[in-house]
């Protein structure tokens, strides 16, 4: 077995509470968790989204989602609305008032972001979006010949 820090999964988390740490305070200030906050960028992006896109784009569980949404819907940033096609389905859109939130936000988030990009470099951030996401898909185009 591997070395405990040389491990990918904790490699990974260790590299995500440290990009955290730069972000969470301001999300805090705003009563917000990574979570709810991935889902109202989510939606300003894209308007609107059936529930399921938006776990899957969001990487969350439904069960976490729809407490999440019931938070967000309570704080009028999101609205909910049952799809014309399919009564099982859930559409969410961002409101007026989760979009000044958005708006609010991301001049800090962009300050985060320079912050990370002067340390670590340009280059080598767009190279560790790169090798992420083909980790990623490299590893979920083979989901069934895994051990």
């Known amino acids: 077995m591997r070395q405990f820090d040389r491990s990918l999964p904790m490699a990974l988390l260790r590299a995500r509470e440290a990009v955290m740490k730069k972000f969470s305070p301001a999300l805090k200030a705003h009563?917000?968790?990574?979570?709810?906050?991935?889902?109202i960028r989510v939606l300003v992006e894209e308007d609107e989204l059936d529930a399921t896109e938006i776990a899957?784009?969001?990487?969350?569980?439904?069960?976490?989602?729809s407490r999440i949404l019931q938070n967000l819907h309570k704080r009028g940033l999101v609205s909910r609305k049952t799809a014309s096609?399919?009564?099982?389905?859930?559409?969410?859109?961002i409101t007026a008032r989760g979009r000044k939130l958005f708006r609010t936000l991301s001049p800090v988030n962009e300050a985060r972001y320079a912050y990370i990009t002067q340390k670590f470099g340009y280059g080598k951030l767009e190279l560790l979006y790169e090798l992420l996401n083909e980790l990623v898909e490299k590893i979920d185009e083979d989901e069934g010949d895994a051990p």
């Not at 009563?31 to 889902?39: E, F, G």
């Not at 899957?56 to 989602?65: D, F, Y």
């Not at 096609?85 to 859109?93: C, G």
Request: charged letters at 25%; hydrophobic letters at 35%.
């Open 31 to 39: 009563d917000l968790s990574p979570q709810q906050w991935r889902v």
């Open 56 to 65: 899957e784009r969001c990487a969350l569980l439904l069960p976490s989602l």
């Open 85 to 93: 096609s399919d009564q099982r389905r859930s559409i969410v859109s």
